[in-house]
T-cell receptor, first 120, second 107 residues
Framework: QLQLQESGPGLVKPSETLSLICTVSGGSISSITYYWGWIRQPPGKGLEWIGS???????HYNPSLKSRITISGDSSKNQFSLRVSSVTAADTAVYYCASSGYEWGEFDFWGPGTLAIVSS | DIQMTQSPSSLSASVGDRVTITCRAS??????LNWYQQKPGKAPKLLIYAASSLRSGVQSRFSGSGSGTDFTLTISSLQPEDFATYHCQQSYSPPSTFGQGTKVEIK
């Protein structure tokens, strides 16, 4: 079964770019079966869908974040990544990567999450 | 965006109790409603998709119902491992949105 693992710096300065990577095992990000998504959860708050990518490179973003986010894939490493530019304290959250059957569908496999703190 | 509202925000219950959590969408989402369980410090775990389909491997005491705008998650007999936060998610139209969560605590 699929396994996902997030990685990235735990601390980012305000106005800088947060970069996270999700490494997938047990399946290929080039598979037509899955969409690959990012979800975040600020401390003590609910979940927010960030966006997703398909093997073709097609992406779908949450309009509330669209101007600041980029999701891309690297099939050679079986990884996909998230970049969030111009971060503020409001971007402090646990970031999860996950798989789904369509662009904004139910997420069936999740990584354990990585906490990203925006602070100077 | 479609707003998802869960109720209650939290509840206290005892082992063996029947527990019901509701989720209301701000517009129709047909049956594109999913339920997750999240324990502290862990990623959410998919329990139910398409409003009432139990994910393989999930205990049968969990069930979901509803369509349109009103949905429920029912735990027929609460077990110690069920104390957690439950989230609903609409996957009908982008952006996908989640409810604020319902925390199930031990009475």
């Amino acid at each position: 079964q699929l396994q996902l693992q997030e990685s990235g710096p735990g601390l980012v300065k305000p106005s800088e770019t947060l970069s996270l990577i999700c490494t997938v095992s047990g399946g290929s990000i080039s598979s037509i079966t899955y969409y690959w998504g990012w979800i975040r959860q600020p401390p003590g708050k609910g979940l927010e869908w960030i966006g997703s990518i398909y093997y073709s490179g097609n992406t779908h973003y949450n309009p509330s974040l669209k101007s600041r986010i980029t999701i891309s894939g690297d099939s050679s490493k079986n990884q996909f990544s998230l970049r969030v530019s111009s971060v503020t304290a409001a971007d402090t959250a646990v970031y999860y990567c996950a798989s789904s059957g369509y662009e904004w569908g139910e997420f069936d496999f999740w990584g354990p999450g990585t906490l990203a703190i925006v602070s100077s | 965006d479609i707003q998802m509202t869960q109720s209650p925000s939290s509840l206290s219950a005892s082992v063996g109790d029947r527990v019901t959590i509701t989720c209301r969408a701000s517009q129709t989402i047909r049956n594109y409603l999913n339920w997750y369980q999240q324990k502290p410090g862990k990623a959410p775990k998919l329990l139910i998709y398409a409003a009432s389909s139990l994910r393989s491997g999930v205990q049968s005491r969990f069930s979901g119902s509803g369509s349109g705008t009103d949905f429920t998650l029912t735990i027929s007999s609460l077990q110690p491992e069920d104390f957690a936060t439950y989230h609903c998610q609409q996957s009908y139209s982008p952006p996908s949105t989640f409810g604020q969560g319902t925390k199930v605590e031990i009475k």
